[in-house]
């Protein structure tokens, strides 16, 4: 009988001593996992954090970029635009200003009887006059040629090769579609070339007297 008490008492302290080291060590598990775990997390949740972060960045950085790019790409463009207006308004004074000092000098060689200088003068300051827009020197121009210079080319007075080219030259210009809309000088191409038409005429005649 006391053989089996001894035996049922080795078994009841073995399994109680088994249960309470199981007990220990199920809350030293316990234990070990409460606090690995949240490490872990927030382990995990900071290089989440880190590499949005980073993405971020780098996404803002390029976004800074593009942005910087097309602002001075804009900022060019407007520059050279301005640049470009400007220029042309520039080269259009600079014609009216030759156009009016070859008006000036036409005058000159017609006070000098010089017609052939004074019609190369007067188509010089026509063509100036197209280019800077000067309606009233072109005008003016072009009445000179045909009332004050074409009629008094003959043998003595003769028009130079180079005028006889710069008069074709003159009359295409006008004619262009460009430059001639709704016909504005028609009236004045026909006068010039009815005059020059005159003014061969009188310098093969005289040629033929002589």
């Not at 043998?155 to 001639?180: E, H, P």
Request: hydrophobic share 40%; glycine share 2%.
């Amino acid at each position: 009988m006391n053989d089996y008490l001894e035996i049922i008492t080795k078994v009841n302290s073995f399994y109680t001593g088994a249960f309470s080291q199981l007990v220990i060590y199920t809350a030293a598990l316990l234990a070990f996992v409460g606090i690995l775990i949240p490490i872990i997390i927030q382990f995990y949740q900071n290089r989440a954090v880190k590499l949005e972060k980073e993405n971020l960045e780098h996404h803002l950085t390029e976004l800074t970029k593009t942005i910087k790019s097309e602002l001075l790409e804009k900022i060019n463009n407007e520059i050279s635009t301005k640049f470009e207006i400007l220029e042309d308004k520039l080269n259009i004074e600079i014609a009216k200003a030759r156009a009016s000092s070859f008006l000036v000098q036409g005058q000159l060689c017609l006070d000098n009887n010089k017609y052939n200088e004074a019609l190369n003068s007067y188509m010089i300051s026509a063509l100036l006059s197209l280019n800077g827009k000067d309606e009233m020197n072109l005008q003016s121009s072009l009445e000179a040629i045909t009332t004050s210079c074409l009629p008094h080319i003959n043998n003595q007075n003769k028009i130079s090769d180079q005028c006889k080219t710069r008069l074709n030259d003159l009359l295409q210009i006008l004619g262009d579609k460009r430059n001639n809309i709704n016909g504005r000088y028609e009236h004045a191409i026909n006068n010039i070339d009815q005059n020059y038409k005159k003014a061969e005429a009188r310098m093969s005649i005289d040629k033929a007297n002589s």
